[in-house]
């Protein structure tokens, strides 16, 4: 059976280490994006994004 709709969740996110925000760094997290790369590059950290999904209202 060929695939014919792929759905990619986009989710908003926050970091509880830096305090990071999809906000301030002008994009948003996808399915496999779970740790901070702020915390990550910076100080070679793991930390787990706070993450909910983007609700729909119709805006890019």
Do not use: K, N
């Amino acid at each position: 059976m060929p695939i014919t709709h792929v759905e990619i969740r986009c989710f908003r996110f926050a970091c509880p280490e830096c305090g990071m925000t999809d906000a301030e760094l002008g994009h948003l997290a996808t399915d496999d994006e779970i740790h901070c790369m702020v915390c990550l590059v910076d100080d070679e950290r793991h930390v787990v994004l706070r993450r909910w999904l983007v609700e729909d209202h119709g805006q890019g």
